[in-house]
């Protein structure tokens, strides 16, 4: 079973890891859903959206997000 180092408060949402750095978080749902990510050693890293390259606002060691059914966002560690 892969290690991600991340987690989220939704069974239904899927996370990957790629690398070191970067996740590929999924709704494969048949409904939006609000949930919370957990990364595992990010320390003082943020966040980044690589479709927009904006820096996403943690809290509690990771993000809240809303994501459509179907919709994915790809993210990697901004260490600076």
């Known amino acids: 079973e892969p290690i991600t180092n991340a987690r989220t408060n939704d069974p239904t949402i899927?996370?990957?890891r790629y690398g070191d750095d970067t996740w590929t978080i999924f709704n494969?749902?048949?409904s939006a859903k609000s949930f919370h990510v957990?990364?595992?050693g990010l320390g003082t890293a943020g966040i980044k959206d690589?479709?927009?390259g904006k820096t996403l606002a943690l809290t509690d060691?990771?993000?809240d997000l809303t994501l459509e059914p179907g919709d994915c966002r790809v993210v990697r560690a901004?260490?600076?």
Do not use: Q
């Open 14 to 16: 899927l996370v990957e």
């Open 50 to 52: 690589l479709a927009t």
């Open 28 to 30: 494969g749902s048949n």
């Open 61 to 63: 060691a990771g993000l």
């Open 38 to 40: 957990s990364f595992d």
């Open 78 to 80: 901004d260490k600076g």
